[in-house]
Structure formats: structure tokens, C-alpha cells
């Protein structure tokens, strides 16, 4: 038998070893959760004796699943075989395997990929013939379809509220969807949403297929309780609706995701739910030390509705966190740069640093300043900035400008149109005779009588934005160019193309004001080839290297953890995200729980950077005060650092 007084903590003993029913584990950062977890299990299984099939494991990836099994099977041998442990995903396929007959499914019912998916939307698009770049592209309508699924509105109001005042008809998508679940239905396939919408409708419409269910499985545990959305809320509290032995894992502090449908009401109101729940607190923190979780518990006192918890240092004292009021985004990127040296001076390897920020463009100043001075790095959050494709699209009409034969650019620019791929654009160049004179009028009505009809008029609008910055008439600025392309062209084009089109265009005006900055095209371009023409090799192989810093945005970095955490542009505007608090009455509570996370991604050193100002593309500057998340810390809890 486990003595698990002498494993756990008085914490994660009181929660792992709790009394039937439905049990709420508040789990805060740093603080042994899946350690609770795992010994729940094995307590279950070996001291009260439960048969394991009759144990159900929910978790958000396969791999988590796995690796609390793995732990498991450590502590107590083969006799946790038999739990059923897995996604959300993975226990609906099981169950709609052998019951989605009372919904029409034959059991060898096909799953389709995302491959699959884009197939069947363009075939809807071209029955009902709206597939053109005019309307929106299958990824972006999967985007919606999948956001329909997840979230607590409904693709109706989704698409209205989205596209009403767009050239976009929403009544357009809504056919489109229902064309798509009728192609899918005609071929008795489901994609990766409809596991969850079929087995909660299965559950409802046989209610002796549920019966059997929550007969089954005697005790219910849910990790990252507080990252579920409405269906994966409603199939928990389905089948734990007879036995109600439900334990559910989770942090509301670090409910973050709701841009992907989770919803924080889900763990808010658990105890509504469950009257008879008892609750229970993990508050020691084995990762920070105390200076650091002070930090972290001031700023998440801001949120009021939440359950309260206050995290507990076991680590000694070390030294207080840091904030630097800096000048602008190009000033704080010096500063890190030397901060980053002092520290690896100092005996810190650099896969212990880790810079953290709200916005992809948060870092392009950084990472600009890293690649000059040839400083290893790994960006965890994606494509390095100037390598992503809007950024790339846009770049294309200042390289055209600067370089009439620059066939890839030209190639790039014209296949944004309508109707006009590969093929076509390599014939237009060929008749050019490789180089594209946007002066000479012959050259220009070569190009727009070998497009289709429908891509001339956008050929039309973005003709002066190359015509206006040729010759000595306007000058040759980067970020003007940028600005009336996305104002003419892109802006349109992304919202078409993207299912995060206003990221994708907050990266473009960033992009704009760096531009703008730049003296001459050519400065601008050679920035741009200091990022983009960085060694293949040092991105994928220096991953694992202790010789490269990371840089990541905070949703990324959840759940990982680091000696040093830097955290770029903690100014009013920035972070908090200004789009995110203006949307929703919760935005400003989830953005503080955002930087919360971030905080508590450190160790032992938290340096936050507050740049006073930007600088914006006609040369004026705007002024940000230190972000409300930095203002609302008591003076005593972080120094102050000068650069």
C-alpha cells in the first residue's frame, strides 16, 4: 500500500486522497498538479481498490495522457492497466465506434483530416459557386466552422457579427456550412469536431447508451479543467451524472484560451453545479522563489471573480524582480541583448532565458537586434517575423519597387489575385521580357490583359502604390508603400485569407512604423534579409542547445519554465492587449491573467520591460504609460533597473 503522507504534501494529500464525489482541485502555478493527479489514480486503484476500466482519465493531448499513465505505472506496476486515458477526442471516437449506429454511423465511420475537410468546403464552394478569391478561403471557413463548434455562440451570430459589414455576405457562409455537414453526412464521415458534437447527441438522443457510460466509469478525472469548453463541460458532467465522482484539476488564474473556445464559467461555476463539491487548494510553489510569486500574487488580485488562492514559496529568498522604463521598442532590445550577455557572463546558460510577450510583433525589434548580434535564438511562437507569408506579401511591393526585375516578387505580388496562379504568372513575367517597368504604360497593360476579368480591378488599386514610388515624386519610403498597399489590397485580402486576419494586419503596421524608420528602401530591405537569410541550421538544430535564448508569446509558454523570464513591452497598449479588453467585459481579467502566466514562467530572476514610447511611421511618437498589470504591484515588490 502507498504511504502517501510521506510522497505528498498536506496539499496533495488532503486532494489526491479525498472522499467519493465531486471534488475541485485549484491547482495554482508551480504547484504539483499532475503529481496530484497521478496519485489519485494510483490511490484509487490500489488502496480503495477500484477495478481499473472503471477509471476514466480526460486529458487535453494524448501525450499528457501517456506520460500521467507512464507515471502512474511507475508508482504502482501493471495494475493501472485498464484506465481509459486519452483526449476528449480520443474517448468519443471510442464510444461512437460501437454506438454511432443510433446515429446513422456504420463502426468503421472515416474521421477526416483537415486535407480532407478543404476538399469537401471547395466542392461546397463550387456547387454553390462562390469559389473565387473573393470570398473566404476553406481554412478560414474551417476556422469558423470549428469556432461555431467550441464556443458558447452560435456560427450564426459568429458569422454576422464577423462579416455584417463587410463585402462578405454571411448568409454566403451559413450555405456553405450546411452544404459541407450534408456532404459530410452523405458520406457517413465525421471530422475531428463532430466526435464531440455526435457523442454528446448520442448520449442525449439513447439515453441507455449513457446509462451504460456512467455505469462504466466510477470515477471521472479531468486534467486542465479550467481550458474545457461548453460540449467538453456538458459530456463530463453527462457521465458523471450518476456516480458523481468527478475530479477535476485546473487553475482559473491561468484560463487563457478562450480565443480558442474554452470557457472560463466552466470552473467558475463548478460549485453551482456540484453543491456538494468540496474544494481544495495546491498554494505550495516548488518552482519560483518568493520574491517572484509576490509579484505574481499582487497582479492577479486584480481579478476579483475568481477563487482566491495565494502561492506559497518553499524556495529561500533570492532577490526582488525587476522593471526597466525604457525609451522605446529599439532601446528595450539593446537593453536585452546586454541584459542576455551579463547573465551567460554570469554562469546562466541561454535555454534558461526565455523572452516572453503578448503579440508576435511585439519581438521584431529584438529579433532584429539578436541576428546583428549574431546571438543564437529560437523562437518557440512560430516563423520568425519578416519569414511569415503576410509579412512576406507585403515585402514584396517594396522589392518590386526597389528592384523592377525581381521575378519572385513580382511572381508573389501577381499571384495574390484572383485566378492567377503559378503558370500564369511565370507567362506574364516571360512576356515582360523579366523586368517589370511600372512607368512604362506598355508593360503595365501587358500585365492587366494577361489576368482574368476578375482580378483587374484589384490590379487597378494596387498599380499606384507601385507607380507612385517610382522616380523622385513621392520619395522612397518603405512604410508609406506598406501603408497604401494594406489600405488598397491587403487589408481586404487578409480578412479573405486569414482566420486571424487582425494579428496578421497589427503585424503589418508594426511592419509599417519599423519601415518608416528606415532612411532609405534599401535599409529597409536589408533588415529584412538580416532575419530571413539566417542559417536554416541554427533554427532547427539549436533548439535543444544550451547555446540559444528562447523567444515565445505567453500563450505558448504555458507550462514551461525558465531561470530568467524577460518580458518585452508591459506598456499600456501593448499588454494589456487593447483589442482583447475593448472586446468583452472579460477581456481585461483574462489579459491579467495572461501576464500572471507569465510571471510565473521564472525561476529565479523576472526582469519586465516597460517602454515609455513608440516611434510611429510620419515621425511622431506615442507615449504609453506602464501597463495597469505593472502600475497595480506594490513599490516594495520590484526594483527598479537602469539601463
Known sequence: MLDLKKILNEEQYVAATAPDGAILVLAAAGTGKTRTLVYRMAWLVEDKGVTPDRVLLLTFTNKAAREMLERANEVIGTGIAGIWGGTFHHMANRILR??????GYPPDFPIIDRDDARTIVGQSLKELKLNSKDFLKKDVLLSLFGTGVNSKDSLEDIVYERYNDSAIEPSDVLSVHKMYEKKKRELNAMDFDDLLVNCLRLFKEQ????????EKFLHILVDEYQDTNPIQAELIDCLAARNGNIFVVGDDFQCIYSWRGADFRNIMSFPERYPNASIH??????RSVPEVLAVANACIAGNPEQFQKELKATREAYKKPRVAMIRDGY??????????????????????IAVLYRAHFHSMELQLELSR??????????????????VKDVCSVVKLVASPSDELSFRRLLELLPRVGERTAIKVWQKLGSRFDVM???????????ISAV??????AIEPVLTDYVGERTGRDAGEIIARFLAMFYKDYAVKNYDNAERRIDDIKELMIHAGRCETIEAFLSDMALLTNTDTAEKEDDFDSDASIRLSTVHQAKGLEWSVVIILWASEGMFPSPRSVDESIEGEAEERRLFYVAVTRAKDDLIICAPEMRRMRDGGVMFHDPSRFVTEIPQGLLQRAYN
Not at 207 to 214: A, F, G, N, S
Not at 281 to 286: D, G, I, R, V
Not at 331 to 352: F, H, M, T
Request: charged residues 30%; positive net charge; contains cysteine.
Open 98 to 103: 460501437r454506438y454511432g449506429r443510433h446515429l
Open 207 to 214: 439515453p441507455r447508451v449513457l446509462e451504460q457510460y456512467q
Open 281 to 286: 487548494k495546491l498554494e505550495t510553489n516548488y
Open 331 to 352: 532601446d528595450q532590445a539593446r537593453y536585452v541583448v546586454r541584459l542576455i550577455n551579463e547573465l551567460i557572463y554570469d554562469g546562466c546558460k541561454a535555454s534558461e
Open 373 to 390: 548580434a549574431k546571438m543564437p535564438h529560437v523562437i518557440t511562437s512560430g516563423l520568425r517575423f519578416f519569414e511569415q507569408k503576410h
Open 440 to 450: 512604362n504604360s506598355e508593360q503595365r497593360e501587358i500585365v492587366r490583359s494577361s
Open 455 to 460: 482580378a483587374r480591378p484589384l490590379w487597378d
